[in-house]
């Protein structure tokens, strides 16, 4: 299994997922598809699926185009999402392959939208596990709770996403991670992973180069949002339970200006 980013927009990625063995590809919220085509060209790829995290238009927005560019291409978008140019709904735990090798579960992780969904996806043995987060989860980071609650965003967040094992590689749907990281020193400041996280992504950043993937290791170690649990960050927050805090920080976060 082999990743690309496809940088969109100002500030979006796309994500091409490949199997090596049957060059076979899928990409992930291809808002720009003449990019994803000609990235899918270069790779000598066959592209035969697309993955929509969710409906917002800078996401699902190039499905339709896609499929009048790639005749009888799948489209998988939330079963509750009413996603643009859908064949394929899908719901918590749905599992389809691309390829011979490329696994993908579908979770499951409203909030952000109330149909939102993450893709995790699996390839051989020894191959690090990738899950694609759209607007749920970004580095140090998470989507404003446009159509759900904090308590669901702790589920999305906390139990879906931080159960997968912590080597699984995070591709997240926005290059959002030094404001990110800014915001998550001012709940955090002692904090010396954030510290030096900030350092290394502002570095990325001047280089012109993208901070993605991170991993749910790194997620659980600087991402406030992902820390909930600890009693420690509650305390800084002012409250002793996971998801008020998580409440707070989102509100926090709404009102910061960085």
């Known amino acids: 299994m082999?990743?690309?980013h496809i940088p969109c927009l100002e500030d979006n990625?796309?994500?091409?997922?490949?199997?090596?063995?049957t060059k076979e590809a899928a990409v992930v919220d291809p808002v720009e598809p003449e990019k994803i085509i000609e990235a899918a060209k270069q790779h000598?790829?066959?592209l035969t699926t697309v993955l929509t995290t969710?409906?917002?238009w800078d996401h699902a927005g190039g499905n339709e185009k896609i499929k009048e560019m790639v005749p009888g291409i799948k489209v998988y978008g939330g079963s509750l999402d009413n996603v643009k140019g859908c064949t394929h709904q899908v719901e918590n735990g749905d599992k389809?392959?691309?390829?011979?090798?490329?696994?993908v579960l579908s979770l499951h992780?409203?909030?952000h939208t109330k149909g939102h969904i993450s893709y995790y996806v699996t390839g051989k043995e020894g191959e690090d596990p990738a899950v694609f987060t759209g607007d749920t989860l970004f580095v140090t980071g998470c989507g404003k709770f446009f159509e759900g609650s904090a308590e669901q965003m702790?589920?999305?967040?906390c139990v879906t996403l931080g159960s997968l094992p912590q080597p699984t590689q995070v591709y997240c749907g926005h290059e959002y991670t030094v404001k990110n990281l800014l915001f998550a020193l001012t709940v955090e400041p002692s904090n010396v992973k954030l510290q030096q996280k900030l350092a290394w992504a502002q570095n990325q950043q001047q280089a012109g180069l993208p901070t993605i993937?991170?991993?749910?290791?790194?997620?659980?170690e600087t991402n406030p949002f992902m820390r909930v649990d600890l009693p420690e960050l509650q305390k800084l927050v002012g409250f002793n339970d996971p998801i008020e805090a998580l409440r707070e920080i989102r509100k926090r976060k709404d009102n910061w200006r960085g």
């Open 96 to 103: 389809f392959s691309i390829g011979a090798h490329v696994n």
């Open 213 to 220: 993937p991170s991993t749910i290791e790194d997620e659980l």
């Open 154 to 157: 702790y589920q999305s967040l």
């Open 109 to 111: 992780t409203p909030c």
């Open 2 to 4: 082999k990743i690309f």
């Open 13 to 21: 990625y796309a994500h091409l997922i490949i199997d090596e063995t």
């Open 54 to 56: 969710h409906h917002h």
């Open 44 to 46: 000598g790829v066959n």
